[in-house]
């Protein structure tokens, strides 16, 4: 559901960055960048972009600022801005900003007029919170702009359309997804092959495994999911879980509902889970926690980002390289699946002016265009290519896939997330979101922690919810 109302700087900050909230995210893959450190990409050639019937150069001379997290997906896209400066004759400058402190100065730049940055790695869940506020330039016009924009070549609708979902709000969309995930279910084929299991289908025959393969004294544990509170950590998870019991957040009349019957039995499960298969420690693990378990062996699976397997994969830390299967989220009572709609995009400052505009959306569609996503992909000259591409025709080619293939069905995993198991309202798409996720991941903890009961921490937080609702 939408909401029209406000949801002012001061309430924000108040409720949410005042309070310290970590919001954090899925992987990050900070690993240093290796080979030839991609500079064979940034000599290739500009004329694949010169085909785009649009003057590249029609913003010559300005200067844009960009804030990215310090993840390799973007590294790999710094590295050609050579290439873009050259196409373009815009100069651009960069800061690196650590997830939950880039939504901080981001809130900060664009609530003051503060016009610092030009566009940022947007989270999906603020754009309620930037339009609601009339923050960031709805994209329409542009697009539709063929002085600016070759709607053919850039192909907008190539796109995952979930993801461009994600940043639409009201039917406009206001930012243009660069790189996402989906969750997915991690296994040792090992351990399952010898047990003589399948990957899980459902809520119930994934806690079922996880019971069968938990042998604590071997220093085995059936299964780990992410217990750390945050936003972007437990509720995270969470959130997929809540959706598959069928939990709604909001009732029709705007309501919160995050205590239903419906999400009782999602937190139940979530507890009894954590509680019965997985370390002691896990009520404080990030998905770093988890992976790296699992890369030591003492786990038979996890739910978590498909990026995550990347960890998995190095070869002076993992002992399960060999062994790495990969499926769908298992399905819940309601017989949905619901993976996480997650990916970080590029808005436009509304506050910059409008020749600068102009330049900031040069950049966003070279980045997000289908060459520029093959360039910091399967065809990376470093050691790290990226497995978040933002293109449908990239998933569906040999060369993107085979670049990826990370272990059993891994591939097909995705590929199926992306189509068949995404829910935009996942999480509740409200500008009230960051204080509510922050209040969601404080009570979802207290019931992995024994602080209080499934019914009791939601009971108190729907309470909290409709208060912040209310004040907006």
């Known amino acids: 559901m939408t909401y029209s109302n406000r949801f002012s700087r001061r309430g924000f900050l108040g409720r949410s960055l005042g309070a310290g909230a970590a919001l954090a995210v899925g992987p990050t893959l900070l690993t240093a960048c290796g080979g030839d450190d991609g500079t064979n990409i940034t000599k290739t050639g500009l004329e694949e972009y010169r085909k785009a019937g649009i003057d590249w150069q029609q913003a010559k001379g300005r200067?844009?600022?960009?804030?990215?997290?310090?993840?390799?997906?973007?590294?790999?896209?710094?590295?050609?801005?050579?290439?873009?400066?050259?196409?373009?004759?815009?100069?651009?400058?960069?800061?690196?900003?650590?997830?939950?402190?880039?939504?901080?100065?981001?809130?900060?730049?664009?609530?003051?007029?503060?016009?610092?940055?030009h566009t940022h790695a947007a989270d999906p869940m603020y754009y309620p919170l930037y339009v609601s506020n009339k923050w960031v330039v709805p994209l329409k016009g542009l697009l539709e702009d063929s002085k600016v924009t070759d709607a053919t070549w850039f192909a907008l609708d190539d796109v995952i359309p979930q993801w461009r979902a994600a940043a639409t709000v009201d039917n406009e969309l206001y930012g243009i997804p660069y790189d996402g995930e989906v969750t997915v279910q991690v296994y040792r084929t090992d351990l399952y092959d010898k047990a003589g299991l399948k990957p899980a289908t459902t809520l119930e025959e994934y806690a079922a495994h996880a019971k069968q393969l938990n042998d604590p004294d071997k220093r085995i544990w059936g299964a780990a999911l992410r217990g750390q509170p945050g936003a972007g950590q437990n509720i995270y998870i969470y959130s997929s879980i809540f959706r598959e019991f069928g939990g709604s957040w909001f009732d029709g009349s705007g309501k919160p509902t995050v205590n239903s019957p419906a999400g009782v039995a999602a937190l139940t499960w979530y507890v009894d889970l954590l509680k019965t298969v997985a370390p002691k420690a896990v009520t404080n693990w990030?998905?770093?926690?988890?992976?790296?378990?699992?890369?030591?062996?003492?786990?038979?699976?996890?739910?978590?980002?498909?990026?995550?397997?990347?960890?998995?994969?190095?070869?002076?830390?993992?002992?399960?390289?060999?062994?790495?299967g990969f499926a769908r989220w298992p399905a819940g009572p309601t017989g949905k699946r619901v993976t996480s709609i997650w990916n970080w995009s590029f808005p436009i400052n509304a506050a910059v002016p409008k020749e600068e505009q102009v330049a900031t959306w040069l950049f966003i569609q070279w980045a997000a265009s289908r060459e520029t996503q093959i360039r910091t992909s399967y065809a990376y000259g470093g050691d790290t290519k990226r497995s978040g591409v933002n293109r449908t025709s990239l998933w569906e080619s040999d060369e993107y896939r085979s670049s990826v293939n990370a272990g059993r069905d891994f591939v097909t995993a995705v590929q199926q997330s992306l189509a068949e198991d995404q829910d935009i309202d996942w999480r509740p798409r409200v500008p009230q979101w960051p204080a509510i996720g922050d209040r969601m991941a404080v009570a979802v903890q207290s019931a992995l922690t024994g602080q209080g009961t499934p019914k009791a921490v939601l009971d108190q937080v729907n309470r909290e919810i409709a208060d912040i609702v209310t004040q907006g």
Request: hydrophobic share 45%.
């Open 63 to 117: 200067t844009i600022n960009i804030a990215v997290i310090p993840a390799t997906y973007f590294t790999n896209l710094l590295e050609m801005l050579p290439q873009f400066e050259e196409l373009t004759g815009i100069k651009v400058t960069v800061e690196k900003i650590p997830p939950a402190q880039i939504r901080q100065k981001v809130v900060l730049d664009l609530s003051t007029k503060g016009k610092q940055f």
């Open 286 to 324: 990030n998905w770093p926690d988890i992976a790296d378990a699992f890369a030591q062996g003492t786990l038979g699976s996890y739910i978590d980002a498909h990026s995550s397997a990347a960890v998995l994969l190095d070869r002076t830390k993992s002992t399960v390289v060999d062994s790495l």
